[in-house]
Nanobody
Framework: EVQVVESGGGFVQPGGSLRLSCSVS????????IGWFRQAPGKEREGIAC????????HYDFAVKGRFTILNDNARSTVYLQMRNVKPEDTAVYYCGVAQWWYSGGSYCNPVNYWGQGTQVTVSS
């Protein structure tokens, strides 16, 4: 059975940092792409970062590029999202997704086959 579990969310002040973890079991990283997505209240879920399991290519949404970094630790079957210089608009539920393709139909990490349950990130002073 495939399991995807996010952790590391919480409360952080603007300008601070936070590291999210995505633990994956039941799949081989090299056969998939792993992505981080987020959904704020009243908004659609959006992809923010994607990493290829086959060649470690990465893609970032413009809103987080330069502030967030996606990292893969294949030995631990874990993908991390290192968040730096966070902003209030980063507040959202963050989801990890295991995707069939690195790039398909004009989108990265598309389609997602397996989703995690999400972890809340709140950026506020």
């Amino acid at each position: 059975e495939v399991q995807v579990v996010e952790s590391g969310g919480g409360f952080v002040q603007p300008g601070g940092s936070l590291r999210l973890s995505c633990s994956v079991s039941g799949v081989t990283f090299e056969d998939y792409a792993i992505g981080w997505f987020r959904q704020a209240p009243g908004k659609e879920r959006e992809g923010i970062a994607c990493i290829s399991g086959s060649d470690d290519n990465t893609h970032y949404d413009f809103a987080v590029k330069g502030r967030f970094t996606i990292l893969n630790d294949n030995a631990r079957s874990t993908v991390y999202l290192q968040m730096r210089n966070v902003k209030p608009e980063d507040t959202a539920v963050y989801y990890c997704g295991v995707a069939q393709w690195w790039y398909s139909g004009g989108s990265y990490c598309n389609p997602v086959n397996y989703w995690g349950q999400g972890t809340q990130v709140t950026v506020s002073s």
